[in-house]
DNA sequence: TTGTATGCGTTATCAG
DNA sequence: CTGATAACGCATACAA
């Protein structure tokens, strides 16, 4: 006994099934799967004799012959309120198209990125959907695998060079959408948390940022802008740098939610007034964001629509059958104006 | 071609690598699993080409043979925090032991939870990771699998009644403390948000929550118990009708932070003064409750803790060559004491 | 030390 | 209408 390990009792097979009734196994199966050319009172026995049996084909002998699987696999950087609703958006997905979903976790770490893939590739799920760890970048092992015409569909964080499908948020508007809000309620020194530089979420939020400070006319402050993990402590030290300083900024836009409390506990804690001294914008809505005092603005997306919308991406390219030539998608966002931003009366409270 | 749908360049099999090397399929498999009676020239030169053609061994293959597929299937009620730090541990202990880890979300629902189980199954999970939906009432499909022998581990949320091996909580202990702190800072009237009736968590927390007024000595007012789902608003909606009230509470307890923020935002609303006129304490202790203001108190649990130990519980049934008798293993809660909930400056902040 | 044959559970392709 | 058999990819008992 080499196969280790405990085994529940045996399920029934087709072949118990067509013992019992003394048949062929290929009548049985051709009964259960409504095939032409069968006995109405053959069918009748073997559906009873089923019954009795309780027998259920066996999914692992049927992906042998078809090399499927029904089973997609998902890799995310962590499951914070963001990935938690995409997670769910891609399971209701795969509930609906008939798939079952692997789910592992990165922990916002490249390597464990990569043995993931290899866990679920091991497991032969039939695609993937990846949203990339933060300190991602060589993106050779998806690039072996789409060379091979495997299914892959990338999320939020996407690697800009890969060719792939993706879904994505139109960063560059969604920080244009804050900055622009942010100097319209007067602030002029606006700093930027803007989270791991190699990701393309960052970039793009970035360059949403720089290009709509310089739409306005304002200068550039390289010293403003601070790179750093998503780490509230981390966002909280460096306000606290950033409110030591002479010419301390009049707003903090960040990358996302979790720096962006960070920031509004170091303001809170040194008694600077909010928004009317510093003004707060976070990115990703999250509904603790609107709980806080003051609740804080935010860039709002719909993670659980990116992610069926993914699903939706792979189960399409799963049931094709030819390889569909990659797309990207992109997501518009909303701003979601709340106390922390908002100084004058002539924008609409949202 | 019934076998529709699109599929990648097939992978190389132990057949291509025999064939190359004009030797038999079986010495290839010796060679690769390092079994003895194998030429060392044969080995170096299966090695080579298996390199050489990518050949990776066919799991599904294994499965079949083995009719196991290193997979657990777990069910869990949604992906708040609770529950996504649950499923984080599960897949790091998932991922230490050799397994993959497949997620379904109940979303709350019974009926969910049973297409959930189905699907599992079929996919011929090795074993099952269940906390049960909050309007989860019958057991039988469980008991059904586990008279089979089928492995399942239920963590949290666990029916009471099904004889299985189980992760919980002492939820009595938690609400007890929690009780207890509130007693002890002088509050009499203790209005409690409940949670689904029939989930072992309320049911437990309840006897925590009656046995210690008892214990001190307080009449148990059942119009101060409100039974509900675990939804925010239905909390807010609820807390004003106890605020209404001529005799109103003093301090409000829930069986979860997301009832106790929906507290916190009618108190609030109405202006009235936390701790001073109503002291709070939640269950779970998420880190949205410590950034309120005030800061609430809450009954602490590490989910991270209760998922590896369940996943842990589920391995060594699946590694183990018997069926292994059912067991309980109950873990201790710590109330983490507040702002919300601090009248005095006997205990000390937690 | 290596090769052959059988089986895991099912479907598909033939014959009958 | 039904049955026998090959095949999916691999492990393994048995032969050589």
Redesign the pocket.
Known sequence: M??SGYRPD?PA???DVARAL??????V??A??NM???????RQAVLRKVEELD????Q???S??T?KTHTIGVIIPNLDYFFSMAVRGIDDMALETGYTVMICQSNESFTREMVNTQRLMKGHVDGLIVSNASDSINTEQYERLLAKNFPIVFFDRANAQLNATKVILDNISGASQAVTHLIEQGCRRIAYLAGPANLSISQQRMIGYKDTLQKFGLTIDESLIVYSEFDRDFAYRSTLALLERPDRPDAIFAVSDRLIVGALLAIKEKGIKIPEDIALVGFNDEPVVSLLSPPISSVAQSAFDMGRLAAKLLVDQLNSDHVLPPQTIMLKPTLKKRASSIRRFDPPIG
Chains 1, 2 share one sequence.
Do not use: F
Not at 22 to 27: K, R
Not at 55 to 58: E, T
């Open positions: 080499n196969r045996k097979t087709i072949k003394n048949i062929s196994i290929s009548t199966s051709r259960l799967r032409p050319d069968v006995n109405q009172d053959t027998y259920q084909p066996n692992i002998a049927l042998l012959i090399q």
